[in-house]
């Protein structure tokens, strides 16, 4: 199973970008996708997801407002429009994908992870 993230990059607080993954390596039985984010030093904690079949949305309190997750099935991707950036948002940001139903908001559900991308919000 591979997932490809891209889309990161280096923006000024306030501004925005857009995170995308491909997920056409994503497992046949795939419940949910969704990002996770790691800031230098600390945990990684989960950040959005979106489940595969219905587009149930649900996010962290610290974005929501401000991210929002899309997927396109016939694409195979999965999107994170990320908006009013602060430089508390600066992390490298992973793609997941689980095929679970439990523990979503926690690591142990992901068993599919793609690489990361860095996100750097200059104040």
């Known amino acids: 199973v591979q997932l490809q993230a891209s889309g990161g990059g280096l923006v000024q607080a306030g501004g925005s970008l857009r995170l995308s993954c491909d997920a056409s390596?994503?497992?046949?039985?795939?419940?949910?996708m969704g990002w996770f984010r790691q800031a230098p030093g600390k945990e990684r904690e989960f950040v959005s997801r979106?489940?595969?079949?219905?587009?149930?949305?649900y996010y962290s309190e610290s974005v929501k407002s401000r991210f929002i997750i899309s997927r396109d099935t016939a694409k195979n991707t999965v999107d994170l429009q990320m908006n009013r950036l602060l430089p508390e948002d600066t992390a490298v940001y992973y793609c997941v994908a689980s095929t679970q139903y439990y523990d979503l908001d926690f690591e142990r559900a992901y068993a599919y992870w793609g690489q990361g991308t860095q996100v750097t919000v200059s104040s």
């Open positions: 979106i489940t595969w079949s219905s587009g149930m949305q």
């Open positions: 390596g994503r497992p046949f039985n795939t419940n949910v």
